[in-house]
């Protein structure tokens, strides 16, 4: 059984920041594309960003700018850093990582309100 485990969501006042971590299994951070999703409220889940594992990446256009992710390889964690959070930004997030076979975290509650 494959798991990615998330952590860092929480409770955030519009214009703050959070960062999100995913640690996965290191046969799979090697050799699958790294992902963040979200689902808010009765709405589709959504592509967030992507990482290759040589460092490309591809943003939502509503985060570009303010989302950034990364990864740590000896550590086989890929990470979001979310700046200038947004009511809109509230959903649950999901680490994905694509291949072969997909896999996914349990979700983690990010909430953005005053």
């Known amino acids: 059984q494959v798991q990615l485990v998330e952590s860092g969501g929480g409770l955030v006042q519009p214009g703050g920041s959070l960062r999100l971590s995913c640690a996965a299994p290191?046969?799979?951070?090697?050799?699958?594309?790294m992902g963040w999703y979200r689902q808010a409220p009765g709405k589709q889940r959504e592509l967030v960003a992507t990482?290759?594992?040589?460092?490309?990446?591809n943003y939502l256009d509503s985060v570009k700018g303010r989302f950034t992710i990364s990864r740590d390889n000896a550590k086989s964690t890929v990470y979001l850093q979310m700046n200038s959070l947004k009511p809109e930004d509230t959903a649950v997030y999901y680490c994905?990582?694509?291949?072969?076979?997909?896999?996914w975290g349990q979700g983690t509650q990010v909430s953005v309100s005053s």
């Open positions: 994905n990582a694509d291949g072969p076979m997909r896999f």
């Open positions: 990482i290759t594992n040589r460092g490309g990446t």
């Open positions: 290191t046969s799979i951070f090697g050799a699958y594309l």
